[in-house]
Each structure stands twice: as C-alpha cells, then as structure tokens.
C-alpha cells in the first residue's frame, strides 16, 4: 500500500521556478524551463539553483523529508532558537547582528561564522548565502530521498529506494553539534574544572580532518555518529569526496568517513549520468565511466536514445553525431565544412583543417603539407615565404 502512495504521488515540478531568470547565463537563457527528467533548464543547462527562485520553503520541505522519522525531528525545532547558524525554520541563512542586536545571537555562534573561510559564511546577502543555496541543492538532492521525485520508477525501485532511505536515516544521517571542547571534556571527565587545563590547546584533543590542535576558548564541530572523541574545526567539517563544508552541517557518516548526502548516496548505490538519480534498478549500463539507467543514456541535446549509435563526448555529456555536426563541429577553414568527429583534422590555433590533401594545402602553390613544415596566418597556409609574399602581397 505504501508502495502504491509513493507511486500515485505528483509533483508540480515543472511548475515551480517557470520562466526564471538565470543567474549564471544572464539573458542567454529565456527563462526557467524543467527537462521532464534531468532536472535542469531546456533552455540554458543549469540548474534551479542557478536561477532567480526563492528556495527557502523548498528547502524547508527538503530537509523536512530528510529528518522525517528519524531522532532528529524533534532537534529541529530546538536548532531554531540557540543562535546556532543552523536551521531556523529549517533554515540556515542568517543575517549578522548589528552592535545594537547584537545580544540576541550567542558569542559562540558569531565565533562559529568567523572562522569559516569569509566567502563560504551563510550570511543573507553574501557571496556564502549564494553558495549555501548551491550546495544545498547539490549535496542534499532531494531524488536521493523521496521516490515522488524520481522519474518513472518501478515498484519494486520504489520498494529498494525506500529501504535504502531507512537505513540512511538509521545508520548515517546526523547534524553536527557546535560546542567549546573544554566543555565537552568537562562533562565526559564528570564535572572536573577543565579549564584548569591552562590556555593554548584544548590537551589531547586536535581536528579529525586536519590533525592540527583545537584552540582554549574556540567552537569546534562534533558528529554524534562519529563519537564524542573526535572533533572538527569548522572549516574543517568538509565532506571526505567533495572537500565543500557540509552545508547546514548536515552528515552522512560511514566506516569512518564524513560524507555530503550525495557522495554517501554514490558510495552506496551506482548513480546515472543521465537523470542523476541513484540507480535502483538490477539493469543498467555503463559508459564513458559513468552509470546511466537504460533509457536515459540520451543525447545530451535533443534525448534521442544513443543505444548502438556515434556519440562524441562534449563537456563529459554524450552528444548524437546530428546534433555534434549542429552544434558543436568546428569548420575546416578550406572547405568551411563541418568536420566529421571521426574524421583527422589538424588544428592551429582557433582555426582547423581536414587532413587530406584537397584542405591542408598551400595557399599559394597548393602543395598538400601534410606532415610538412609550414606557415599560419589566419586561416592561410604557406609551405614557404615565397608563397607567403605572392598571396599576402
């Protein structure tokens, strides 16, 4: 039954962000228009993430489906309220207090900011809220959790990808605790005055990611999953695939390894190049070193199924031979034809030539130079300075 809801549910999608403005390509773009399975623009190639769209309340829903059911529903609300740059509203963007505010956000949360690298700090209206939002839709996909998200899967992936988001959920999913390390050893030793300890370095405790020492007085990021043992400087709580800060610091933590949830997801299932979904199914291909399901191994410009057809590579996107001679073929500047992706050619700077005798020749005396010394000037070739003088004089 459980299976039948989470395949009758639908999503409004392609509704959500339409005719967006995108924030990367300008007005190149027409406006935001969802691929029915890439999860990208038709029109520019990028993401929703790239566009004009307030994804707060999406956000808000993501995470919230994230944490569903599991220990921390309840933290969430609990997280809102501390001061801690972490979710308020299920939200972690934050705008610094002024000195006349200034009271109302604790001194550890400011100092929590501060040590992050300044181009990655979520303040609202800041080069870090841009790359929050980036890497909250990259790390967190919401396809890796919710089948409804998905495209067209079986009941039997929808039963296989419901199993894997438990034990995700029970096994590896966590939000990081900011806390003073002389406070936490001061509740694990019972009560004794750590601070006794002296000033400089917390003693015995240094960063699991760097190995350098955590300062007296500094936040440090712990993991419940990893243990009370080890701790992060919060530059340091970075994803072990990836190296990005774990937006919002929210964990996946596997055989000793912190992870974003997408590179946990990529250590668990194969995921296709295609649709960027995890790969549920026994059936699926590989190609070019990536996975792709079956029927999305498409061209990346017009989905026609490329199954036993010429493909050329471009930008690490499969492209049909029709739409590569359209789009992306370079023109022989003799002939000014398109050059085959299996045809020889020969390059020189921004200009190309096939390789055959009737192309890369002489300007002057037409001698094929193939394999012979020559001279460029634009799209001119001279076997000699003779040759050079009798065209360009």
């Given at each position: 039954m459980e299976i039948e809801k989470e395949m009758k549910k639908v999503t409004l999608g392609h509704e959500f962000?339409?005719?967006?403005?995108?924030?990367?390509?300008?007005?190149?773009?027409?406006?935001?228009?969802?691929?029915?399975?890439?999860?990208?623009?038709?029109?520019?190639?990028?993401?929703?993430?790239?566009?004009?769209?307030?994804?707060?309340?999406?956000?808000?829903?993501?995470?919230?489906?994230?944490?569903?059911?599991?220990?921390?529903?309840g933290l969430i609300a609990k997280l809102k309220t501390d001061g801690i740059p972490r979710y308020q509203g299920n939200m972690v963007t934050i705008t610094l207090p002024s000195p006349a505010t200034a009271y109302t956000m604790p001194p550890l949360a400011v100092r929590y900011i501060e040590l992050l690298p300044p181009e990655k700090r979520p303040v609202a209206g800041t080069q870090g809220a841009a790359y929050r939002r980036q890497q909250m839709d990259r790390q967190l996909p919401?396809?890796?959790?919710?089948?409804?998200?998905?495209?067209?899967?079986?009941?039997?992936?929808?039963?296989?990808?419901?199993?894997?988001?438990?034990?995700?959920?029970?096994?590896?999913?966590?939000?990081?605790?900011?806390?003073?390390?002389e406070e936490v050893a001061q509740i694990q030793a019972g009560g004794t005055d750590a601070a006794a300890a002296g000033s400089g370095g917390t003693p015995g405790r240094s960063c699991h990611h760097c190995k350098k020492?955590?300062?007296?007085?500094?936040?440090?990021?712990?993991?419940?999953?990893?243990?009370?043992?080890?701790?992060?400087?919060?530059?340091?709580?970075?994803?072990?695939?990836?190296?990005?800060?774990?937006?919002?610091?929210?964990?996946?933590?596997?055989?000793?390894?912190?992870?974003?949830?997408?590179?946990?997801?990529?250590?668990?299932?194969?995921?296709?190049?295609?649709?960027?979904?995890l790969i549920f199914s026994n059936e699926y291909t590989q190609a070019e070193g990536q996975n792709w399901h079956l029927k999305h191994f498409?061209?990346?410009?017009?989905?026609?199924?490329?199954?036993?057809?010429?493909?050329v590579m471009e930008n690490d996107k499969p492209i049909c031979k029709p739409c590569y001679m359209k789009n992306y073929a370079v023109r022989c500047a003799s002939c000014q034809k398109a050059v085959e992706p299996e045809a020889q050619r020969v390059s020189y700077g921004e200009h190309h030539w096939h390789a055959e005798p009737d192309c890369f020749k002489c300007s002057g005396c037409t001698k094929c130079l193939i394999g012979q010394r020559f001279m460029a000037v634009k799209n001119c070739l001279f076997c000699s300075v003779e040759c050079k003088k009798k065209v360009m004089t």
């Open positions: 962000g339409a005719g967006a403005a995108c924030l990367k390509c300008k007005e190149k773009c027409e406006g935001f228009e969802l691929h029915f399975w890439r999860k990208i623009c038709r029109n520019c190639k990028c993401g929703l993430a790239e566009h004009d769209v307030s994804m707060n309340s999406e956000e808000n829903k993501k995470v919230g489906k994230l944490f569903e059911d599991t220990k921390y529903t919401e396809h890796d959790q919710d089948p409804s998200k998905c495209h067209e899967l079986s009941p039997a992936e929808v039963k296989q990808m419901q199993q894997y988001v438990r034990k995700c959920k029970d096994e590896a999913l966590g939000i990081g605790d900011v806390l003073l390390p020492p955590m300062l007296l007085g500094e936040p440090a990021v712990y993991a419940e999953r990893a243990g009370y043992d080890k701790l992060w400087h919060p530059a340091c709580f970075v994803c072990c695939t990836c190296s990005e800060l774990l937006v919002d610091m929210i964990y996946f933590w596997k055989k000793g390894k912190m992870y974003c949830g997408r590179h946990y997801g990529d250590s668990e299932k194969p995921r296709c190049g295609g649709c960027d979904e498409c061209c990346f410009d017009c989905d026609c199924i490329l199954a036993g057809e010429t493909y």
